[in-house]
């Protein structure tokens, strides 16, 4: 895949009705620098001195899959950088020409067995929120014995990737409100366990597993599509969770056109 554009990052930030705009705004005015504040810079704009939002930010640009005939053309793609707990639907439709806010589709390697264990029930809210009836996630995870680690009652505790068994994932995106979960296939992990220390003894398996949403109906207002759509083919949304692609560290949502 040929990405080209993704020079601008355009931050995002909440205006004085609540809705997303961008630019950076100034989120609290203040005389001195008061310490680090996440997702905030501090400086001085036409707005004043004080602590500026700076997150989320989104990058535009273009796509040319290169795996098809030579003849395909460019689709937009934007990426979202930002803590994907902080995602919204209203900041997806801010940022992207779908007014629903939301995706199609969404993949995952290696996010949810990052985040903390108590982080997971927002986890799968986020996703819950973000994609449509009918979506799917292809989510890929660890998968290993959290009691062979040789510290795992002890200082330091088990390290990320946490362990993310098939029974967690059932869990997490339950049948009984219309999630299915379809495991696909287990591999050996090789390259962790050489890499982290208290890995290094302990067998790793990365996981993969289709995760599907309830095509169960919802207000009309959020699956609608945006005016400019209209006319136009029906083309998948995807959104791909905690990726490091192009170097934006902590991008938390890819949203591609593909038909
Ligand atoms: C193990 S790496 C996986 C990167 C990539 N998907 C891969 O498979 O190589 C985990 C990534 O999750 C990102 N991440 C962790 N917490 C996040 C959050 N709350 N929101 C967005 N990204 C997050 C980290 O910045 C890191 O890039």
Known sequence: MRVRGMKDRVVMSRGPNEQWCEGERLCEAAETYQGHR??????TSSEGLGYHADFPAIWRGQYRDELGSSSSS?????????DMFEVTSDLVATATFERSGRFDAAFDKGGLDVIPP??????????????????????????????KLPDSEGR???PPPYSVPEAEVRRLFPAEVGWTVEFLERQQ????SRRILPLRDVNLHEAAYLVTKSTKAEPADLTEQSTSEVGRKTAPLLVVLATAMLGVGAAAALVSRMI
């Open 156 to 158: 330091r505790g088990t």
């Open 38 to 43: 996440a997702g905030r810079t501090f400086k």
């Open 118 to 147: 108590s982080a997971r029930q927002s986890y799968a809210a986020v996703l819950d929120q973000l994609l449509k009836p009918g979506g799917r996630l292809l989510l890929v995870v660890m998968d290993y014995d959290q009691d």
């Open 189 to 192: 992990e090789h390259l962790l």
């Open 74 to 82: 460019s689709r937009p793609i934007h990426i979202i950088e930002g």
